[in-house]
């Protein structure tokens, strides 16, 4: 999402800004339903469009270059260029949140899981034994779950 955004922001192509659409209103629908997933009807509807999108920005991105001059090595492509064969590519992945309710739409859960980690581990240069980061993962995940009020006190955490 976020690199739609900065393709809509920097770009201003429009399916770009059809697809940052098509998303938002996808993620909304799920989170309307009491299934927290779309129907199969309205997943196939979904799917219809988002390939309609990418079919209209096949005919909206400038067409790569040929190599001039014999030049070896692949041909470089633009962001918009790479995010669009994502897109196509990894299709069912994209477009799993609104089939599974297992999956979340953005990644920001697991990036605000791994921080805690990542910034111990960078501090300290690493953990010395993989049973320390366990043992830090394990206290993160404690601190990650949402407390009654009342029982938020530090020594019954540890009991």
Known sequence: MRELIFIVDMHNYAWARNMKRLLQEACKEVSRSTEKRLSDKMFANLQKRYRNILRSAEKELPVSLSKLNGKRGKLAKSEVHNLWERL??????????????????????????????????????????????????????????PWPIEDITLLSLFK
Do not use: W
Request: a positive charge; charged letters at 25%.
């Open 88 to 145: 196509k590519i990894h299709e069912a992945a994209v477009l799993l949140f609104a089939k599974d309710p297992h999956v979340s739409f953005t990644n920001n859960r697991a990036e605000r899981d791994l921080r805690m980690s990542k910034v111990k581990q960078k501090i300290s240069g690493c953990f010395s034994v993989s049973e320390y980061a366990h043992a830090c993962c394990r206290i993160s995940s404690y601190l990650q779950i």
